[in-house]
């Protein structure tokens, strides 16, 4: 991010360039997905298949699952599908249509129904209507407004936004600032991928809004680097609303201080944690830090930041202009709204599905069409890497945090991956714990140690005293690890050492 940082000499530039595994990667190399969905379609022999012909690298989703297996190219097309195996990109991959379920869709209102990249195409439809609404009536009616609409954060944790927002608001600080994250590192999810390309305005749009509750008087779009097109796009739209003047509301005849600068990631999942994020803003290893403070009491260079996901503010611009009831009469009471779900292409009908919160997992998994070529499904993977794995007699689950919750899963960013029957579990257990072992920021021990050690165990679970030492090692990492990264990596991977049924 372009601010003053301190020189702090060749050891701490060494340390950064070898956590971030952009820094110390060869430029040509092709980057080959590992993620979930891409090795259950066959990503490894791929993975192989290429690097016999160039070099390649390992990385964890570029945003395409739908059409797994998924390459991306260095000049940052992506290549999916029968094209990944030629290492080169075919037509620019068509994006499916989202589906909502839900009784109005929020998430995806302009997904695919035409070019909102471009401001006027978005505000034809809607873009930049809330900005105006609120500079007229103020912080305090945003603010308002979203706590009556029970709004909660979309990134992983539920937190509500408004909260967030007032907490931020209330530093006595001299600066402050509003950032999107747009680090959507699980694989198996591509929503924020979507929006950040398909409706930039909106996010920016949410993050103006952010900015004017908080009294911040700069953004940051933070986007991975495996997402490329997602960065372009958004920088461009911002630069059209800058020029346009509706960014900092001057073309609405009350501007305010705001200003937005759209920052690349250097390929590291822990990155979107938001402490790790926040350290990498600063230039620095992108490690995970105890809370609190919070980043909306001391976040970027010490000031009150509010870091927000992509997809919770795409809410806010809908809730400002339809109203809190609106809001309020989707979902669940205690879970007021949709979430946007990303289903890979392990689906008979991959792509985003909308829907409310409270929907029966069983009811997105049926409109997924069940497994690809109509084979049998006996499990999904839902929420990524810290997220869960739900055995078909768990598909009635409502998708709401409290319900999941009391079953002991996790919807994550809402990413689901179709794991057939016979899937190979422990070749899916050594998966998931490689990638643990590969992206741990390595702060703490038992996360950075355990990964590995677990993996190694990993390697040989035929006697059930290896079985019992990989539990208790599980265990030991998820009750003793700084962040959610360490603490949830036993959930996976108890229910991939269950049975197809849950058992264990
Ligand atoms: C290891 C780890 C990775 C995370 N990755 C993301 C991410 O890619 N995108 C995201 O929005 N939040 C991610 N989060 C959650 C963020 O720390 C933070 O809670 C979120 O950005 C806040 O936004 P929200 O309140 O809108 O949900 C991650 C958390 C952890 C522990
Ligand atoms: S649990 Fe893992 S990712 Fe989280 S702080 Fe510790 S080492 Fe880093
Ligand atoms: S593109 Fe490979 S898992 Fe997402």
């Excluded at 980057?31 to 379609?41: D, F, K, M, W, Y």
Aim: a positive charge; proline letters at 8%.
């Amino acid at each position: 991010v372009t601010e003053r940082a301190p020189d702090r000499g060749p050891a701490h530039a060494r340390g950064v360039a070898s956590f971030f595994a952009d820094l110390h990667a060869d430029p040509r190399a092709l980057r080959v997905c590992r993620g979930t969905s891409c090795e259950l379609a066959g990503a490894a022999a791929l993975h192989e298949e290429l690097a016999r012909r160039g070099p390649c690298r390992t990385v964890y989703c570029v945003g395409y699952c739908h059409r797994s297996p998924a390459v991306l190219l260095p000049d940052g097309r992506v290549a999916t599908g029968a094209d990944a195996w030629s290492g080169e990109a075919g037509a620019a991959p068509e994006e499916p249509l989202p589906r909502c379920l839900a009784r109005a869709p929020v998430v995806t209102e302009r997904i695919g129904r035409g070019d909102f990249a471009r401001l006027a195409a978005a505000r034809a439809a809607g873009a930049w209507e809330a900005l105006p609404l609120a500079l007229e009536r103020g912080a305090a009616w945003v603010l308002d407004t979203l706590e009556r609409s029970g709004e909660r954060g979309r990134g992983g944790g539920g937190f509500p936004t408004a909260a967030k927002w007032r907490r931020g608001a209330a530093q006595p600080a001299p600066r402050r600032f509003a950032v999107a994250n747009g680090d959507e590192g699980d694989p198996g999810s591509f929503v924020d991928r979507v929006l950040l390309e398909r409706d930039p305005h909106a996010v920016l749009e949410g993050l103006a809004l952010a900015a004017l509750a908080v009294g911040a008087e700069r953004g940051i779009v933070y986007v991975r680097s495996e997402y490329p097109e997602a960065r372009e796009r958004v920088a461009r739209a911002a630069a059209e609303a800058r020029a346009a003047g509706v960014l900092d509301g001057a073309a609405f005849g009350r501007r305010f201080p705001f200003e937005v600068e759209v920052v690349s990631g250097r390929g590291s999942y822990v990155c979107g944690e938001e402490t790790a994020l926040l350290a990498a803003l600063e230039g620095r290893r992108g490690e995970v830090r105890p809370r609190p403070p919070y980043p909306s009491e001391r976040g970027l260079f010490g000031l009150p930041t509010v870091v927000n996901n992509v997809e919770t503010l795409v809410n806010v611009p809908w809730i400002l202009r339809r109203g809190a009831e609106a809001y309020r009469a989707l979902g669940a009471p205690s879970e007021p709204g949709t979430k946007a779900l990303s289903l890979g292409r392990g689906f008979a009908r991959p792509g985003i599905v909308e829907v409310e919160f409270g929907t029966p997992l069983r009811r997105v998994i049926e409109e997924g069409g069940g497994g690809r070529d109509g084979v049998e499904l006996e499990a999904v993977a839902l929420g990524g890497p810290m997220g869960c794995i739900v055995p078909r007699s768990a598909w009635d689950v409502p998708l709401s945090g409290a319900a999941l919750a009391a079953r002991g899963l996790d919807l994550g960013h809402g990413g689901l991956v179709a794991i057939p029957r016979g899937t190979d579990r422990r070749a899916l257990l050594r998966h998931w714990l490689r990638f643990m072992a590969d992206e741990s920021c390595g702060r703490c021990v038992p996360c950075r140690v355990g990964s590995r050690r677990a993996l190694e165990l990993a390697g040989d679970l035929e006697a059930p005293a290896a079985r019992e030492r990989l539990a208790r090692l599980l265990e030991l990492v998820a009750t003793t690890s700084l962040c959610p990264f360490g603490q949830r990596i036993p959930g996976p991977a108890r229910g991939l050492l269950a049975g197809p049924e849950g058992a264990r």
